[in-house]
C-alpha cells in the first residue's frame, strides 16, 4: 500500500463546478500538506501549504486537512478552463515522514 | 528574476550513452532534488542534496549520479546502467532540507 493514494482520474467537469480532490494518507507522522498544480510537460507549481487541521482559502482554492481521518482534500470554485491541470498532493512531516511524499496526481480537464 | 532553470527541455540519447541534465538555481537555496515522473505514478526522488558536496540516494537512485559542488548547481547524470530511462525529470530547490520545494519546468528525456 502506497503511504498517500489519490485518484489519478480523469475528471472532466464544466465550467463553473465546484471541483472536489482528494488524497488520504497512512503514515501519521505526516504533519505538512501542499498541493500542487502542473500543466503539461511544465514542472508542479505550489498552490496551497497547510499545517493544522481545518480549511485554508486562498481565492478560488480551500485546502482542506482532517488529521484526524487521515484524508486531505482541495476545493476549487468556480472552475475555469485554465484550472486543467494535473494536481498533486504532498506531505511530509518529522521521523519517518522527514521526505516529501507526493500523490500520484488527479488530471482535470474543465470543460468551457 | 529568481528561479530553477532546467535545460535543456528535450533531450534525445542512444541506448548505451550517458548523459547529463543541468539544473541550476539563483534562489539561495541549501537543498535541492532530483525527481523522475512517469506517467501514473507522481514523483519519485532520486537524489538530494542538503549542502554543497554532499548528497544522499533517494528511492530510485540506480542507474544515475549526481554531483554539488556549487550551491547553485546540482547536474544529474543518466548513465547506461539505468535500464529505463525515458521519463520525465525534475529538479527541485528547497531553502531547507524540509521547507517547501520549488520546482524546475523539466527535462523530457527519451532513449532512442
Known amino acids: 500500500q502506497k503511504e498517500v493514494e489519490q485518484d489519478p482520474g480523469p475528471l472532466s467537469v464544466p465550467e463553473g463546478a465546484i471541483v472536489s480532490l482528494n488524497c488520504t494518507y497512512s503514515?501519521?507522522?505526516?504533519?505538512?500538506f501542499m498541493w500542487y498544480r502542473q500543466y503539461s510537460r511544465k514542472g508542479p507549481e505550489l498552490l496551497m501549504y497547510?499545517?493544522?487541521?481545518g480549511n485554508k482559502e486562498d481565492g478560488r482554492f480551500t485546502a482542506q486537512v482532517d488529521k484526524s481521518s487521515k484524508y486531505i482534500s482541495l476545493f476549487i470554485r468556480d472552475s475555469q478552463p485554465s484550472d486543467s491541470a494535473t494536481y498533486l498532493c504532498?506531505?511530509?512531516?518529522?521521523?519517518?515522514?522527514?521526505?516529501?511524499?507526493f500523490g500520484s496526481g488527479t488530471q482535470l480537464t474543465v470543460l468551457p | 528574476d529568481g528561479g530553477i532553470t532546467q535545460s535543456p527541455k528535450y533531450l534525445f540519447r542512444k541506448e548505451g550513452q550517458n548523459v547529463t541534465l543541468s539544473c541550476e538555481q539563483n534562489?539561495?537555496?541549501?537543498?535541492m532534488y532530483w525527481y523522475r515522473q512517469d506517467p501514473g505514478q507522481g514523483l519519485r526522488l532520486i537524489y538530494y542534496?542538503?549542502?554543497?558536496?554532499?548528497?544522499q540516494k533517494g528511492d530510485i537512485a540506480e542507474g544515475y549520479s549526481v554531483s554539488r559542488e556549487k550551491k547553485e548547481s546540482f547536474p544529474l547524470t543518466v548513465t547506461s546502467a539505468q535500464k529505463n530511462p525515458t521519463a520525465f525529470y525534475l529538479c527541485?530547490?528547497?531553502?531547507?532540507?524540509?521547507?517547501?520545494?520549488?520546482f524546475g519546468p523539466g527535462t523530457r528525456l527519451t532513449v532512442l
Open positions: 503514515n501519521s507522522a505526516f504533519q505538512y
Open positions: 527541485a530547490s528547497s531553502s531547507t532540507g524540509t521547507d517547501t520545494q520549488y
Open positions: 497547510t499545517y493544522s487541521s
Open positions: 504532498a506531505m511530509w512531516g518529522s521521523g519517518s515522514a522527514r521526505q516529501l511524499t
Open positions: 534562489l539561495n537555496h541549501d537543498a
Open positions: 542534496s542538503q549542502i554543497v558536496n554532499d548528497f
